[in-house]
């Protein structure tokens, strides 16, 4: 049995490289959950999982992806939100922003307060939007005092 493969950055580039193969990766993976939610959309409107036989479309996308039912309504919840906040969602698409943040954001951001949130987390680790998330209701800015019951 051979020895687990060093990523070829690594081997000739040292940390940097390492360092800059994981940062394009992370914005690829962002662009590709953004496409992943538009796909799951439109196979949902379209029914896709009843052309192909399927009990139900959180069975197809488990069967298709391995996804928990709870993800693949949770992913469904994040694209539908997005539909509505270009901001939020150029944010994923480019690859500024991860998909477990937007999550977050999806959660207490609308439309009027989208960017305000999108400066609030820049440069935060996800402990820190979720702290940040946390106590908010949907329509809130960073700035609203915190509801107990939130």
Do not use: N
């Not at 496409?35 to 379209?46: I, K, N, P, S, W």
């Amino acid at each position: 049995m051979s020895a687990p493969s060093v990523g070829a950055a690594a081997k000739g580039g040292g940390w940097r490289a390492a360092h800059e193969a994981l940062t394009r990766l992370a914005r690829s993976r962002a662009a590709l959950d953004f496409e992943e939610g538009e796909q799951l959309r439109a196979a949902r409107l379209l029914r896709v999982h009843e052309r192909l036989g399927f009990g139900s479309f959180v069975e197809y996308i488990e069967r298709l992806f391995g996804y928990s039912p709870r993800l693949t309504l949770e992913k469904l919840r994040v694209a539908e939100a997005l539909g509505g906040m270009p901001a939020l969602a150029d944010a994923l698409r480019s690859g500024r922003t991860s998909w477990s943040c937007l999550r977050e954001l999806t959660r207490v951001a609308t439309r009027g307060t989208e960017r305000e949130w999108l400066e609030a987390v820049r440069g935060k680790t996800m402990r820190e939007v979720e702290g940040l998330v946390s106590g908010h209701r949907l329509g809130d800015s960073p700035s609203s005092a915190k509801h107990a019951e939130a």
